[in-house]
């Protein structure tokens, strides 16, 4: 059965969230399922960090087989992770960040969610953006 792009954000969400020790398992599981994934830890100031997290996010879903290198796969993880990155970037901009990029794929629904915390010192908040690209299911 075929998921649709309201399962394969839920998977980038969950990603997202979850902690770096049932990260492991939570990818076997959706690849069982499958749904390719990737997760990948981002920090430091917001502002600078941006090229840095495209950059993360590329490779992470390259070096998992989620996408092949080539351009269109390439624009797709960048356009959706500048979406995601420009829904927090009102509250981010200005703050030290720290959190992680969840990636998931199901044929051609291609979803990444950024969830992170930021602030100064002791004052944090939370924050997550989440967008979807429909990619070519290379073969």
């Known amino acids: 059965m075929p998921f649709d792009s309201f399962d394969v954000a839920k998977a980038a969400i ?3 969230i979850s902690s770096r020790a049932s990260e492991e398992l939570m990818i076997k599981d959706l690849k069982n399922k499958n749904i390719l994934a990737a997760a990948v830890d981002i920090g430091g100031d917001f502002n600078s960090s ?6 993360r996010a590329v490779v992470a879903s390259k070096r998992s087989g989620i996408t092949k290198d080539c351009h269109v796969h390439d624009g797709a993880v960048i356009g959706a992770t500048k979406e995601a990155l420009m ?9 030290n960040i720290g ?3 969840g990636i998931a794929r199901s044929g051609e629904h291609l979803s990444i969610c950024i969830f992170m915390s930021m602030g100064v010192l002791h004052l944090n908040d939370v924050v997550i953006g989440l967008a979807h690209r429909a990619v070519p299911d290379f073969k």
């Open 87 to 95: 829904q927090i970037a009102m509250k981010a901009n200005g703050y």
């Open 14 to 16: 969950n990603l997202a």
């Open 50 to 55: 941006i090229p840095k997290i495209i950059e």
């Open 99 to 101: 959190g992680k990029i």
